[in-house]
């Protein structure tokens, strides 16, 4: 059964869209089936995935809001491999009309309940505030992926997503946790990122991302194509460092599953 990630953290410009785009390439390089599920109201992981969110006929707006089934909603990311669930502006409604429905905060989970088999990987790449659309990643996840720079505020933040996981997890999903923290436009020749790095070892110990994601430019660069960065430039440091991630992720879900019996 697949598993199903949010990728959150409610400060904004931290690297949640980077992640969640070149995680779903990176993921479906190697043979996963993927969904990426665009969550923000912005569609900028729309955008990303060489999808045009101003030419949506269904979206994640519908699926919320209007009981259209996911299958109606989805297309396919011919440029990152996977599949989306797109969002444009339409979503900024849904976060007052979701307010007044039943199971509110439930509704991304049913919508995905008959999707999970056909999935290894389902990401959710959250927008940047702790509203209902968070609380709705998060009631349907199984893990949470939280990206973050190393600055001196960023672990300000953290308590505050952290207390919502916890809210969450004990009364909404209880099956929810941080699936690991991950370090974004890393520089190593900073003394306060290493400071901060320390701190979060510290904290968080092996749910700390061993693979940091360096600052690189065809990161940046490689959404205004529409593109994940494996295929904008395969060999650029950005491009090595999300496979990479990929790597360990798929690895500690192996770990954590035991051996596969034959
Ligand atoms: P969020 O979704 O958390 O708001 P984004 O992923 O949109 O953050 O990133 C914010 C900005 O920083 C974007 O312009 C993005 O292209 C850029 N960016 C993200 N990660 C990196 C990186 N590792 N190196 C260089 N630029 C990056
Ligand atoms: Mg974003």
């Known amino acids: 059964m697949g598993k199903v990630l949010a990728i959150a953290n409610q400060k904004g410009g931290v690297g949640k869209t980077t992640t969640s785009v070149n995680l779903a ?3 479906a390089a190697t043979k996963r089936r993927v969904l990426l599920i665009d969550l923000d109201p912005q569609g900028n992981a729309t955008m990303g995935s060489g999808i ?3 030419q949506l006929e269904r979206s994640v707006y519908d699926v919320l809001t209007d009981g259209c089934s996911l299958d109606e909603a989805v297309q396919r990311s011919e440029a990152g491999g996977y599949d989306l669930l797109p969002a444009n502006g339409d979503l900024t409604a849904a976060e007052v009309e979701l307010l007044d429905m039943k199971m509110k905060e439930s ?3 049913y ?9 290894d990987y389902i990401l959710i790449d959250c927008p940047p505030s702790l509203n209902m659309l968070t609380v709705n990643g998060l009631v349907a996840a199984d893990g949470v992926i939280i990206p973050m720079q190393c600055e001196y505020y960023a672990l300000e933040g953290l308590s505050a997503l952290i207390n919502t996981i916890q809210r969450i997890s004990s009364v909404l999903n209880p099956g929810l946790q941080i699936e690991g923290l991950l370090r974004t436009m890393y520089d190593p ?11 979060l070892t510290e904290h968080f110990g092996d749910r700390l991302y061993q693979t940091v994601i360096p600052r ?3 990161l940046a660069e490689a959404p205004s194509f529409g593109l994940p960065v494996l295929v904008y430039d395969k060999q650029s440091r950005g491009a090595v460092a ?3 991630l990929a790597g360990e992720l798929v690895r ?5 599953a035991g051996p596969v019996a034959i």
């Open 25 to 27: 390439a990176s993921l």
């Open 52 to 54: 045009d969110k101003s």
């Open 107 to 109: 509704r991304l989970r």
């Open 111 to 119: 919508a995905l309940a008959s999707a999970r088999e056909a999935y």
């Open 189 to 199: 020749r900073n003394s306060l990122t290493r400071e901060v790095s320390e701190q």
């Open 216 to 218: 690189n430019v065809r």
């Open 242 to 244: 999300y496979l990479a």
């Open 252 to 256: 500690r879900h192996r770990k954590a």
